[in-house]
């Protein structure tokens, strides 16, 4: 059974980086053909996809958060990272980190295209 866990800081100040790790237990982050996405949802919005890397260490981005964001991954460690720079307070949100069997969506979520999520973090961007 595969399980997935996020990890990072919770509070990051405004114009900083934002880095997560998700750690995944219990199966590969190589095995063809899953995708392992970062997902996140503002207070009071629905969800928002942010990105994913692939099977094969390919990446996608959401076209709106495209310019400030980088997906990568350790597969010595099986985990893969988000890093969003140039952070604001519209930022604040809980992140996710999700496998999908399918290549997911980047515009939006479509949630029967996962079939496996982190428990979320809260992250906050404030000084």
């Known amino acids: 059974q595969v399980q997935l866990q996020e990890s990072g800081p919770g509070l990051v100040k405004p114009s900083q980086t934002l880095s997560l790790t998700c750690t995944v237990s219990?199966?590969?982050?190589?095995?063809?053909?899953?995708?392992w996405s970062w997902i996140r949802q503002p207070p009071g919005k629905g969800l928002e996809c942010i990105g994913y890397i692939a099977y094969s260490g390919s990446t996608s981005y959401s076209p709106s958060l495209k310019s400030r964001t980088s997906i990568s991954r350790d597969t010595s460690k099986n985990q893969f990272t988000l890093q969003l720079n140039s952070v604001t307070p519209e930022d604040t949100g809980v992140y996710y980190c999700?496998?999908?069997?399918?290549?997911?969506?980047?515009?939006?979520?479509?949630?029967?295209?996962?079939?496996?999520w982190g428990q979320g973090t809260q992250v906050t961007v404030s000084s």
């Open positions: 219990g199966g590969s982050i190589t095995t063809n053909y899953y995708y």
């Open positions: 999700a496998r999908a069997g399918v290549r997911p969506h980047t515009v939006v979520v479509v949630s029967s295209e996962y079939d496996t």
